[in-house]
Nanobody, 115 residues
Framework: QVQLVESGGGLVQAGGSLRLSCAAS????????MNWYRQAPGNQREFVAG???????TYVDSVQGRFTISRDNAKYTVYLQMNSLKPEDTAVCYC?????????WGQGTQVTVSS
């Protein structure tokens, strides 16, 4: 079992920045990829960014160049630095980790960007 605790969401004006964190505990030795997803009101949950255990990153096109995902393997923590935020980035953001057997999800943290 892996437990995930997210932090860092909040309210910010357009153009501002936020940094999300997700700390994993439990069976952390089994974690492979670590990802961030988001779900805006009325929309399906979508992939935002991911990072492999080796540090390779991927991003959805809409955040490329604005968001940066990183991880601290010693702390079993993944971060999402979000810059140049737009109102359309408003969503509940979820941390996701992938293990050989299961995926695990955090409880979600609200990101609200005002215009």
């Amino acid at each position: 079992q892996v437990q995930l605790v997210e932090s860092g969401g909040g309210l910010v004006q357009a153009g501002g920045s936020l940094r999300l964190s997700c700390a994993a505990s439990g069976s952390t030795f089994s974690i492979n990829a670590m990802n961030w997803y988001r779900q805006a009101p009325g929309n399906q949950r979508e992939f935002v960014a991911g990072i492999t255990s080796g540090g390779r990153t991927t991003y959805v096109d809409s955040v490329q160049g604005r968001f940066t995902i990183s991880r601290d393997n010693a702390k079993y923590t993944v971060y999402l630095q979000m810059n140049s935020l737009k109102p359309e980035d408003t969503a509940v953001c979820y941390c996701n980790v992938v293990t050989p057997r299961l995926d695990y999800w955090g409880q979600g943290t609200q990101v609200t960007v005002s215009s």
